[in-house]
């Protein structure tokens, strides 16, 4: 809670670089086909950074590195509003300019909508979301079930907040429970003619691995 990681002059960090920043460990969601450690987890000071080492870590990089610009590696950045209140109370108080790319969840956002202009002050300047699937009982079945009109408009609203200066990623996997040729082929053809608000996409194939094969390993 107290603590952070912290970069040496000797790290060979070139000025202005790019640095990873970690403010929580884990995540409070169990996708189903994640299986990455502390799924589940409450949002509790046990595994999010103080907002003191938050500041601390920021002032240290620029210091040393005059760096401003971060990749947030957490799991879910916008897990909970005093999570990124906690951030901006850190941000404002080294009074730079910081930017950032981070991990968000859109079920978050239109649960929440006061945190879209949040992030946007406090500097988000790329977004990854997780949306996997625009066929709603492929997304449902893994848990992100809040229906395709409701995940456009949350992108609308989200490109009207942060405007141009925010670049907007979307991951997705075909071949998720429910899913066929035909709806796989319906939802990637919008993205492909980009009549969504993402700017980049990525696609994948889901990848399964049988119990023979893992025992093996």
């Known amino acids: 809670h107290n603590i952070g990681p912290v970069f040496h002059v000797d ?12 403010v929580s460990r884990g995540c ?11 799924l589940g ?5 046990n595994y999010v950074r103080s907002e003191e080492s938050i500041y601390t870590e920021f002032m240290h990089n620029y210091e040393n590195f005059h760096t401003t610009f971060y990749s947030f590696t957490d799991d879910t950045l ?33 649960r929440f909508p006061e945190q879209i202009p949040l992030l946007g002050e406090m ?7 997780g949306l996997e699937s625009l066929n ?9 079930g809040i229906g395709r009109e409701r995940v456009l408009q949350t992108l609308k609203t989200v490109r009207e907040s942060w405007r141009k200066y925010t670049r907007l990623h979307g991951s997705f996997i075909i071949g998720l429970p429910h899913e066929t040729k035909e709806t796989a082929s319906e939802w990637t053809k919008l993205l492909v003619e980009r ?16 119990p023979k094969t893992l025992a093996k390993g």
């Open 28 to 38: 409070r969601f169990k996708c189903k086909f994640c299986n990455f450690p502390l």
């Open 195 to 210: 009549k969504t608000p993402l700017d980049t996409i990525s696609v994948s194939d889901l990848h399964l691995t049988s």
């Open 123 to 129: 500097g988000i300047r790329a977004a990854f979301f």
């Open 136 to 144: 709603d009982a492929s997304a449902k079945a893994i848990g992100k």
């Open 41 to 45: 987890r409450k949002p509790t000071d």
């Open 78 to 110: 916008n897990e909970s509003i005093d999570k990124l209140e906690r951030i901006k109370r850190a941000i404002d108080r080294t009074r730079l300019d910081i930017n950032f790319w981070a991990y968000i969840r859109i079920e978050l956002l239109e």
């Open 11 to 22: 790290d060979i960090v070139f000025q202005n670089e790019v640095l990873p920043f970690t």
